[in-house]
Nanobody, 121 residues
Framework: VQLQASGGGLVQAGGSLRLSCAASGRTFSSYAMGWLRQAPGKEREFVAAINWSGGTTYYTDSVKGRFTISRDNAKNMVYLQMNSLKPEDTAVYYC???????????????WGQGTQVTVSS
């Protein structure tokens, strides 16, 4: 599975962004998909995940109620809608694929190249 993330940018606190991840490969729908992020000087962290059917989602506590992950298996796409953005959301965001539930960082085996999200205060 090859992944290409896009949609990052510079936004003011309180604003919104929608990240997209395009996947190649006929087995896309068999993978859980996730968004992970890495801020400068910090370790990469789990943000959100969605199972193969889209019926189950996971979020880290800091984004619950603000971020929404979704997928379109017909288009091989995964999305992350980010609302009420905060400066602490500033990071490089990666989409990734997991053959398991996708609920933890260590499960991911395919990674995209990342897209920068910068939230100004």
């Amino acid at each position: 599975v090859q992944l290409q993330a896009s949609g990052g940018g510079l936004v003011q606190a309180g604003g919104s962004l929608r990240l997209s991840c395009a996947a190649s490969g006929r087995t896309f729908s068999s993978y859980a998909m996730g968004w992970l992020r890495q801020a400068p000087g910090k370790e990469r962290e789990f943000v959100a995940a969605i199972n193969w059917s889209g019926g189950t989602t996971y979020y880290t506590d800091s984004v619950k109620g603000r971020f929404t992950i979704s997928r379109d298996n017909a288009k091989n796409m995964v999305y992350l809608q980010m609302n009420s953005l905060k400066p602490e959301d500033t990071a490089v965001y990666y989409c990734a694929a997991s053959p398991y539930s996708g609920s933890s960082l260590g499960e991911y085996i395919y990674w995209g190249q990342g897209t920068q999200v910068t939230v100004s205060s």
